[in-house]
């Protein structure tokens, strides 16, 4: 059998060996939690730069639809012999205009919320990444500290030991 010494010695060893390697983990964890959170950050500025070419797209087919609605009143109005430049031709070349100027910017404003969504989703995964490195570095210091504590205290019940 060991000498009761030996064994308080390997005990302790043991312990702070054990409280390193768990800190180790749960900063590679929290390491890893970062990494993930980063990767979600980038995931989220692609889709809101998808989210602008989408809303790009969209307000030029609503500028085509437009054109060919005007196109084809101003067809109409000349075949018809109808002078566009005043009274209700006019206003109805107008009203034509603002209901598709109205039309895209309600593309514009949906979009606009959509991309806000990103953005924000985006800032708060990158802050949980903040967030989860802090962890990381806490992980390690406390694990440091409780390695010391172990190892302190392992040297006070050795020379508790010695001294019985």
Do not use: H, W
């Amino acid at each position: 059998m060991c000498d009761p010494g030996t064994l308080l010695i390997a005990a302790t060893a043991t312990q702070a060996i054990g409280t390193g390697v768990s800190a180790l983990q749960a900063a590679g964890q929290s390491r890893y939690e970062a990494k993930v959170a980063e990767r979600n950050a980038q995931l989220e500025n692609e889709s809101a730069r998808n989210a602008e070419d989408r809303r790009k797209i969209e307000a030029q087919r609503q500028y085509r639809k437009l054109s060919q609605v005007q196109g084809q009143q101003q067809a109409a109005m000349a075949a018809n012999g109808i002078d566009q430049g005043f009274g209700s031709a006019l206003q109805v070349q107008r009203d034509t205009a603002s209901m598709g100027a109205q039309d895209v910017q309600s593309i514009y404003d949906a979009s606009a919320q959509e991309i806000r969504g990103f953005d924000i989703n985006a800032s708060n995964y990158r802050a949980k990444a903040r967030g989860a490195r802090m962890q990381a570095t806490g992980a390690l210091v406390k694990g440091a500290l409780d390695v010391g504590s172990t190892v302190l205290g392992g040297a006070q019940r050795y020379a508790k030991y010695k001294a019985s």
